[in-house]
């Protein structure tokens, strides 16, 4: 059973990492509605915006002028909270790996004990720092589609959610679930150092039964 907890928690953080660092990395956190002119494919990411024309069959991308450009607040918001959340996905993967039973790189059960609750606890803040940057998207992406419909010019491209956004969602709960498996090996593995307390007390009393047949 403690074999496939493991396992199960090294695959959710493998699924955290890849999910959060790929939905930084790619250019859809915004695509065409199905409403608009379906001419040309449109992505808007968090830091470009690409075009896939389906006549010349050719994908093409604008970078921002400059990242430190005024830009809303929900784009700087949503570029400060992945790159977090990848930065701190990358360590409490690496500490979930030091804390597991197959790598023998922690010898000492109590240290194993302290990977996984630090893994536990930095996946935790990387579930939630997506969550709100994944939220706060959402909103903006709600009211920029309704004031563009609102405008009903025809053929005006307007956007929904891409799947760069749906993968950050899926980073965040794979987080999620991944700190609630460390919690749970956490709790239900027996304390080393209760153990060798308990080593200690048999011991002595081991010891002080050889005395007493000793005297006697």
Known sequence: ???????????????????????????CWQINSKGSVVLSTRCRGLWRE??????????TCDVFNSYLNPHPAAIILTRT??????????????????????????QGPLAKQRCLRLAAGLFFLVGISTSVG???????????????????IPGFPSFECGYSLWMAVGGSLGAIVAAAVSC?????????????????????CTAGLDIVRTYV
């Open 134 to 152: 994944v939220v706060r998207y959402c909103v903006y992406v709600y009211s920029l589609h309704q004031y563009e419909v609102s405008l009903k």
């Open 1 to 27: 059973m403690g074999g496939a907890v493991t396992i199960f928690s090294i695959l959710c953080g493998v699924f955290a990492v890849a999910s959060t660092i790929t939905s930084l990395c790619t250019d």
């Open 50 to 59: 690409c075009v896939w024309d389906k006549f010349v069959k050719i994908w």
């Open 81 to 106: 909270l992945l790159i977090t959340s990848s930065i701190a996905s990358a360590g409490a993967f690496l500490c979930l790996l030091l804390g597991s039973e197959y790598l023998s790189c922690c």
């Open 184 to 204: 749970y090996e956490v709790l239900f593995t027996k304390d080393p150092r209760a153990n060798a307390v308990k080593e200690v007390a048999e011991s002595g």
